[in-house]
């Protein structure tokens, strides 16, 4: 089943996690550890760049911003497709010192308004397709825009450099990215990721997944999530690995990629279409694991997989906030359903409602500790911020550990729909149904999706005197695409005399799920 196997991996002691924290910034960590004259990037047309390559485009793209007057601690937003040098623009910002903010190219105007606002960033760099829309919002508010193509032209590129000048003293605390994620007001909110903090998670992991140097990751996740930013990259640039770049993910394209990796990575959705593209288990030989991460793993999903590839999925389980913090064994056994167990340096503990710790079995609310944490929210009030506990981040999510130490995700406590990868928050899709007219109420919710793992749903209450038929249903969603990302816009809309409420006036959620759970099965 696997041909690979890291034999020159260099060990990391788990136990350094706690006395020996990263002290300087991420560049400055990941290139002691690269070969020059080693592939760190390829594209399934040929092209390649090694570490030398990566070393010298990241020098000029940070004289090239220094030229701007952009340097350490300020913030460039990036909005651009997956591409080479999206990935070289992400690591000039570490080497620079600058705070990354990467955002879906698929934001609306509307969405991407107050991030802009909220952020105040000193550049934005977005695709040329993007650039008209992005122009007039930036502009508006005196930030400069240039742009970067999928091959390296683009606006950016015609910056004359800066004088040679040596590398920022970038230091562990200082912020390396802002990640945007919203909460279930539906404002966006950026979680405010330190240097140190993302070169302990990246120790963490290539541990406990085994990275080492002779890899090559299969990279077919987004640019603008932690998953495909982080999680993955980071493990790259830290033992001088390699990536395979796909231009997209398309199941039938990213199988027949699997021969030329050893690693890949990618959501339960990726996987649920791989699994019927046949030709999966030959071209499946030279991969060592395959992880699955950002959204829970359905049971089905696992063992279709293993039943096409000879492979079993590797779950892990993370947060924006912590990093991954959790995987299932790469040596042992891998449960479905199951998070996994604790990575190096990684301490979870599970507390009751008046933060008791409870034993294995028990359910309630994870609390993460680990050497480096996270450094709040950006510029969210005091009452906003996270909690922490006895130096424990207080999550918000519920789950259990059975005995033989294996997590379970058993909810949140938040309302967060987990779409295809996709965290979509379900006041922020009410926001927007409830400003279209014939639109008294609405209540967004997921259901069981067998494609997605959940599917965004929502529920209207007409206004008075209102009748929303078939068509005019068909409207709503045209009219939500122009106001939010496509994979919040509802998969099914439901009318309803009435939402449940309680006797506060919160809409009963699980009344609705429960109603509609068994929608998109009853349509197959």
């Given amino acids: 089943m696997m041909s690979h196997q890291c034999l020159q991996a260099d060990p990391v002691n788990a136990q350094s996690f706690s006395d020996d924290p990263a002290t300087r910034g991420l560049y400055a960590t990941f290139k002691p550890g690269w ?38 601690g300020a913030r460039v937003v990036a909005l651009l497709e997956r591409s080479p040098w999206n990935l070289f623009l992400y690591v000039s910002c570490l080497r620079a010192g600058i705070v990354f903010v990467p955002l879906s190219p698929q934001l609306t105007p509307a969405e991407l308004a107050p991030v802009l606002a909220d952020v105040e960033p000193a550049l934005v760099v977005c695709s040329p397709a993007l650039q008209a829309r992005v122009r007039e919002l930036a502009e508006a508010a005196g930030i400069p825009v240039l742009t970067l193509d999928a091959d390296g032209s683009g606006g950016l590129s015609s910056v004359a450099p800066a004088d040679t000048q040596p590398d920022a003293d970038v230091k562990a605390d200082d912020i390396a990215a802002i990640m945007f994620t919203s909460g279930t007001t539906g404002r966006p909110k950026g979680a405010v990721i330190p240097h140190g903090h993302l070169a302990t998670k990246a120790r963490s992991l290539v541990e406990g997944l085994g990275w080492c140097s002779s890899d090559t990751l299969l990279h077919a996740m987004p640019l603008h999530h932690a998953h495909g930013l982080f999680m993955t990259t980071h493990c790259v640039l830290t033992v001088g690995a390699s990536i395979l770049l ?34 999966l288990r030959k071209r499946s030989r030279n991969i060592r694991v395959f992880v699955c991460a950002s959204a ?23 947060m924006s906030e912590t990093m991954t913090n959790t995987a299932n064994p790469l040596d042992g056994p891998r449960r479905p359903s199951s998070a ?33 944490r996270f450094g709040g929210y950006w510029r969210r009030s005091e009452s906003e911020q996270p909690r922490f506990r006895d130096g424990y981040f207080v999550t918000g999510d ?20 987990i779409s295809g990868g996709n965290n979509v928050y379900p006041r922020e899709v009410e926001l927007a149904l409830e400003q279209l007219a014939g639109v008294s109420k609405a209540a967004v919710f997921g259901l069981p999706h067998p494609d997605f793992g959940e599917a965004v749903a929502a529920a209207i209450e007409p206004a008075a ?10 409207v709503m969603r045209l009219a939500l695409r122009e106001r939010l990302s496509g994979y919040k816009v509802p998969k099914a809309l439901f009318v309803v005399d009435g939402l449940p409420l309680t006797v506060l006036g919160k809409i009963q959620r699980s009344v609705l799920k429960n109603r509609f759970a068994d929608h998109f099965s009853r349509a197959d």
């Fill in 465 to 474: 005197c209102m009748t929303l038929d078939q068509s005019a249903l068909d």
């Fill in 246 to 279: 796909a231009p997209r993910f398309d199941a039938a394209e990213t199988v027949a990629l699997l021969p030329s990796a050893t690693v890949f990575s990618g959501v339960p959705t990726m996987y649920s279409r791989m699994a019927s593209v046949a030709g």
């Fill in 35 to 72: 070969n020059p004259l080693a592939t760190f990037l390829a594209t399934p047309e040929g092209q390649r760049w090694t570490y030398a390559d990566l070393d010298q485009i990241t020098a000029v793209c940070v004289r090239r911003v220094a030229a701007l007057g952009i340097g350490r």
């Fill in 398 to 417: 519920i789950g259990s550990f059975d005995a033989d130490g294996y997590l379970s995700i058993i909810g949140r406590t938040s309302d967060v729909i």
């Fill in 296 to 318: 829970p793993l359905p049971p089905d999903v696992f063992q279709r997989f293993e039943q096409a590839s000879g492979h079993q999925l590797l779950e892990c389980w993370g």
């Fill in 340 to 372: 996994g167990k604790l990575l190096p340096g990684v301490e979870i503990r599970v507390t009751d409602a008046d933060g008791r710790v409870l034993p294995p079995g028990r359910a309630g609310v994870l609390e993460i500790r680990s050497a480096t």
